[in-house]
């Protein structure tokens, strides 16, 4: 899919390349980046990532002046510590173009020969695994240590077990399936998809992911969603109105044992007493307890997704540089504990 059509015209805030890396039988897409002068989104490039996203988010501590500024001014200062380790040239293991690329499970010598083979045919490019996390990638997570992976933390994201739900389900996830079933739109499955659906699909993101909240998240056509859809790494759902046209609507992505909602979006000029974002939340979290699969419900909107069982826990971005210059090695190594050591307690300190 990638190669067959311009990544420019799947996600239009995006630039990279596509290729692939076979690993003892299973095909990992790779994305290739190299550093560029404008903003790059932010599933391809570190310093959007880590700096132009960071000084995005300062927006929760407008509250408190000082520590606003405190915040912002750290952030700056880390800015020529980011360049120094050079991730923005970097080949991304396992890179569906998604906001949560979830990771299959991989063995110590699995990637110990992702790291061989990279380094071998992209030298220059540090090799990267996004989307890890303790608790569903705890095995990949330690075998990727093992093979000289470092972990970087990236955000803190919110985790819902479908595995093994409560004897009771949590009173908001009650109350989101008694709207699913009085709520006066109409509910669209997967297969009544039109080409139609797939544009006001993209638009219904771009309002609530692009005008609502930021321009640095990956800007999905209707060529992507159409893409991945019909070539079945998507499964679409929505809600439409009495005219036929959808509403709100998500895009569900996932391995064996975790559900992506990787697209969401809903109508946001319509009252918010209609319930969309909960309507749409509420399928994927049904979904996941049907398939007995964790639900990765992404980062942000922390009090709401806490309220449906979800529990927050810190994901890493794993990070391969044996085979980099010794200044990027050490640039790295000091990003880590920088992260560790400040990152995380802030992200947990003031929920974000």
């Known amino acids: ?40 989104c932010y599933i391809c490039c570190p310093r959007t990532a880590y700096i132009d996203y960071a000084i995005d988010e300062t927006r929760n501590f ?34 569906w173009l998604l906001s949560t690329n979830p990771v299959p499970f991989i063995d110590e010598m699995s990637a110990r020969n992702i790291a061989k083979q990279v380094s071998t045919t992209h030298p220059g490019h540090a090799i990267v695994v996004r989307s890890l996390n303790k608790q569903t990638d705890f095995e990949t997570i330690k075998n990727l240590r093992e093979a000289g992976f470092r972990l970087l933390p990236a955000r803190r994201i919110y985790l819902f077990d479908g595995r093994q739900p409560p004897p009771k389900l949590p009173q908001n996830v009650r109350y989101d399936r008694a709207l699913r079933r009085q709520t006066r739109y109409l509910f669209a499955p997967d297969d009544s998809f039109t080409e139609a659906d797939y544009h006001r699909a993209a638009d219904l993101y771009k309002m609530l992911y692009i005008d609502k909240y930021t321009p640095l998240n990956p800007d999905y056509s209707p060529c992507y969603i159409r893409e991945m859809h019909q070539r079945g790494l998507f499964k679409l759902a929505g809600y439409r109105d009495d005219a036929g046209q959808l509403v709100a609507v998500a895009g569900f992505f996932s391995n064996v044992q975790t559900l992506t909602q990787p697209i969401v979006g809903y109508d946001t ?30 980062a942000g909107a922390g009090s709401f997704k806490r309220l449906r069982g979800a529990k927050p826990i810190i994901e890493y971005t794993a990070v391969y540089e044996k085979h980099l210059p010794r200044k990027q090695r050490c640039a790295i190594r000091i990003m880590e504990w920088i992260l560790s050591r400040i990152g995380i307690p802030l992200l947990e300190r003031f929920d974000l």
Not at 19 to 36: H, Y
Not at 73 to 89: E, M, Q
Not at 272 to 291: C, E, I, P
Request: proline content about 6%; aromatic content about 6%.
């Open 269 to 298: 000029s319509l009252p918010r007493k209609d319930g969309l974002y909960r309507l749409v939340m509420a399928v994927g979290q049904s979904l996941a307890l049907d398939n007995k699969q964790f639900f990765n419900m992404s």
């Open 1 to 40: 899919m990638f190669n067959a059509v311009p990544i420019g015209e799947l996600i239009a805030n995006l630039e990279t390349e596509i290729t692939k890396i076979t690993v003892n039988g299973t095909d990992f897409p790779v994305s290739i980046n190299r550093p560029t002068k404008d903003a790059n």
């Open 62 to 95: 407008v509250q408190s002046p000082i520590l606003f500024r405190l915040v912002k001014i750290l952030i700056h200062c880390c800015r020529p510590l980011l360049l120094a380790t050079g991730l923005d040239r970097q080949a991304q293991i396992n890179n």
